[in-house]
């Protein structure tokens, strides 16, 4: 089974901008893939930010946008705010089966 | 607006089964994909299966495949998940989603696998 590999941890300050990846072992993540992104705060269920690279949902704040960067899946956020922290799942699609990365526990400070 | 309840959750020896329901609105539920999550306590995500819109494709993640069966009735808009020979690692928060442009999750369910 293939490994998705995310960054465990960063940290980006207020008004700032940070880049999460999602690498897959089996090589370089394409549309093919289907990567989504998806939000957890402590105590709640996930939410779906982007699916499908590049998708969002109506509830997805307008300073988060994914695209794929230097063979990864990558989640963009420009301008964090203190609400912005939390765990960032990405998701791959491998045929039939996906697969999560570990995640990605993204601190404003 | 988009919703997903999970029900059937609780506790269950080793060895025994369980099924977990997921009941939605506010969507064409019979137009899209499912999926099934499950959150281990403290953990990360982990994907266990998903079906297709008509039921008749599924895929399941190693760890399950064999003992967990995923279903869905379209009429009655909910999707199950049916777990035999459960084991204390499947111990964990289950979590109902819809694919694509719906893209919501239910609230969980929490299973525990304990003697």
């Known amino acids: 089974q293939a490994v998705v590999t995310q960054e465990p941890s960063l940290t980006v300050s207020p008004g700032g901008t940070v880049t999460l990846t999602c690498g897959s072992s089996t090589g370089a993540v394409t549309s093919g893939h289907y990567p989504y992104w998806f939000q957890q705060k402590p105590g709640q269920a996930p939410r779906t930010l982007i699916y499908?690279?590049?998708n969002k949902h109506s509830w997805t704040p307008a300073r988060f946008s994914g695209s794929l960067l230097g063979g990864k899946a990558a989640l963009t956020l420009s301008g964090a705010q203190p609400e912005d922290e939390a765990d960032y799942y990405c998701?791959?699609?491998?045929?039939?089966?996906?697969?999560f990365g570990g995640g990605t526990k993204l601190t404003v400070l | 607006e988009v919703q997903l309840v999970e029900s059937g959750g609780g506790l269950v020896q080793p060895g025994g089964s369980l099924r977990l329901s997921c009941a939605a609105s506010?969507?064409?539920?019979?137009?899209?994909?499912m999926h099934w999550v499950r959150q281990a306590p403290g953990k990360g995500l982990v994907w266990v299966s998903r079906?297709?819109?008509?039921?008749?494709?599924?895929s399941y993640a190693d760890s399950v495949k064999g003992r967990f069966t995923i279903s869905r009735d379209n009429a009655k808009n909910t999707l199950y998940l049916q777990m035999n020979s459960l084991r204390a690692e499947d111990t964990a928060v289950y979590y109902c989603?819809?694919?694509?442009?719906?893209?919501?999750w239910g609230q969980g369910t929490l299973v525990t696998v304990s003697s």
């Open positions: 506010g969507f064409t539920f019979s137009s899209y994909w």
């Open positions: 989603a819809s694919s694509g442009d719906t893209g919501s």
């Open positions: 998701l791959l699609s491998y045929n039939s089966v996906r697969v």
């Open positions: 079906i297709n819109s008509d039921g008749n494709s599924k």
């Open positions: 499908d690279t590049s």
